[in-house]
């Protein structure tokens, strides 16, 4: 409702002073004729008499306007004398009220439209990235913020409405976003694209599209934001990238991560935490109870009095240990530290801490120790059997030449045997390289003195020591005395694996094309050698023949199993 009154001589008024008494009759809309006010019984109170002798008005016509029920508007006019106002005043002014009030509310909404235009400039000039009208299919544009795009690609105006904005849009993504305009159902669409921007290089964008219609409903077109995220982008692949480079050192340290909420009691764990303990991805309950029941019970418990004390002190570090137990029954050896960070109540609030496989070097410790044992016991049978080739070397020498050309032998294959052990870690040697090493040099250029032949065979230490000293004794004895003393000479070395009860060893030694053979007056060390430290120390079946053609040696044994590592106990 008009709430005052402008004369036209730039006076103000309030409205009861022109209607009062008569404000219900323009309510409905009756225009008032006035031709006398001093006359009028409407207008007989001294008040009004007063003001409308004040203002010079004899005479008062009063048009309202009502828009939707309601005045939105009143024209007056006044007549310095009486008036008698005619059929045609009425309509003149009545014509004269619709047709100011018509220019009145066009100015308005030319002002609003001004207003609204002015936000919208603003508003979008605000933006960091574009706003833009296009037609339905988004194939014209015929509206976009002009400075923010200009400085962006470098297109002017004439060169952005239309088609020309296409030409700016990453041809992958122009596809994807118009075949998802095409068959949007719901009234706002989103996504990313990648603008070329005016030095020639690519920037991703948010889009979010929406439908244009007009005051009736209808679909006009396609209204839509374009915010640049390029550097947003690339922060998060640099971040990916960290967190890829941070995970596979992790991954290749074997170090996990935890974070520990005390409040809430959950725990996040990273993947190769997870991979640590043998679990699959994301399958980690996220609490206490997750860790706790996969750890040795053992552990668990010293890890809660060590937690507790360390609390009690305030301390702010802690370091740890656990097992893991696994399927194999074997262990995971895990050690880490943990920084406990404590709430203003003085109990602690958060926990973050790393854990780091160690089995490894835990194994390469026990290694180291049963290695350490290994070798005590390997020096004392090493002194023991040089203590009894002295002894027996002794005993059969008839000279000291002899005594020496006899001890130095048999101490160098001792020492070449030992020598194939050490390359495995004194673990084991195969029968080949025993047979080789001690036969190899007496090969000739037409490779016929010496036939080897029978499959892999590692044997271990207990085993490869008192073989290898038999191979050096047959050696010897067919180099002095046998097939390999005279030109012409052969030695066939041979063996199987025959599967019994256990595996057994077949191996075979034979001599042709020596000296006549004849069997032995006394027996010097090697054949003890050959028949009692194979038998006892190995259960071997041996047999020495002696036919005229040469020395014939056979051994059955079983294979031995590998013993524990670097253990010489068993």
Partial sequence: MVQGAISNEGRAYRLQEFLHGMIDDSKDGQTLAIADIATDPRTGSPALQSFYSTINARAVLTVPLLKNGHITAILYVTSSAPRAWSHED?????????????????LRAQRNLHETEFRFHTFTRAL??????????????????????????????????????????HPEDLARVMEDSKNATDDVIEGEMRYRS?????????????????????????????????????????????????ALAQRAARIGVFDWDVASGAISWTAEQEHMFGIELGSFEGNYEGWSSRVHPADVAAFEKNFREAIARNEQELPFAYRVPLADRSFRHIEGRMMILYGPDGSPARIIGVNIDVTKHKHAEERQQLLIRELHHRVKNTLATVQAIVGSTARTASSIDEFYQGFVGRIVSLARTHNLL???????????????????????EARNRIA????????PSEAAVPIGMAIHELTTNAAK??????????????????????????????ERGGPRVSTPTRQGFGSRLLQRVLATQLQADVAMEFPEEGLRFSMTMPIPGDPPLFNPDK
């Fill in 90 to 106: 009425l309509s003149l002014v009545e014509d004269v009220a619709e047709r100011t009030w018509t220019a009145v509310e066009k």
């Fill in 128 to 169: 960091p990235g574009f706003a833009w009208i296009a037609t339905p299919d988004l194939e014209l544009i015929y509206y976009v913020n002009e400075q923010s795009w200009f400085e962006f690609s470098g297109l002017s105006r004439e060169q952005t409405l239309g088609h020309g904005w296409l030409s700016i849009i």
């Fill in 198 to 246: 005016a030095d020639g290089t690519y920037h991703w964008h948010a889009v979010r599209v929406g439908s244009l219609c007009d005051s009736d409903g209808t679909f006009k077109g396609k209204i839509g934001t374009s915010i640049n995220i390029h550097n947003l982008k690339e922060t998060e692949a640099a971040l990916r990238k960290s967190e890829e480079r941070l």
């Fill in 422 to 444: 050490t390359e495995d870690l004194w673990q084991k040697a195969a029968l080949e390289d025993l047979v080789q090493t001690e036969l190899g040099p007496y090969e000739d």
């Fill in 452 to 459: 080897i032949d029978g499959p892999h065979v590692e044997l």
């Fill in 481 to 510: 005395h046998g097939a390999l003393s005279t030109f012409g000479g052969q030695v066939e070395v041979s063996w199987r694996i025959v599967q019994a009860e256990r595996a057994m060893l077949q191996f075979t030694w034979v």
